[in-house]
Nanobody
């Protein structure tokens, strides 16, 4: 059974730094893509950052220059480091993963990820 677990949320003041970690377990196949997303209640979910099968990384425009993601060699963890946090970054942060499909190329989007964690709250106070 695949499990996605997030760690590291909490409260921080403006301009602070937080590091979130995601661990994926329970699959015999390597991950194909992993991503961090966030959502404020009542608003649409937003992709924060994503790493694809070829190692390419995409960041939300709002996080460029403030976020860094890194994946381990086994591709079953994904860390998100966020600097210069602002109150507008307050949200529930979720990790998502999808797995290799036997050499088939596909696009990973927030609508296609089948495995999601429970989320970890990040609160930034001014």
């Amino acid at each position: 059974q695949v499990q996605v677990a997030e760690y590291g949320g909490g409260s921080v003041q403006s301009n602070g730094t937080l590091r979130l970690s995601c661990v994926v377990s329970g699959s015999t196949r390597p991950t194909y893509c992993m991503g961090w997303f966030r959502q404020v209640e009542g608003k649409e979910r937003e992709r924060v950052a994503q790493v694809d099968s070829d190692g390419s990384i995409t960041y939300a425009d709002s996080m460029k220059g403030r976020a860094t993601i890194s994946q381990n060699n086994e591709k079953n963890t994904l860390d998100l480091k966020m600097d210069s946090l602002e109150p507008r970054d307050t949200a529930m942060y979720y990790c998502a993963a999808d797995f290799d499909r036997g050499g088939i190329d596909f696009t990973c989007t927030e609508w296609t990820y089948p495995y999601w964690g429970q989320g970890t709250q990040v609160t930034v106070s001014s």
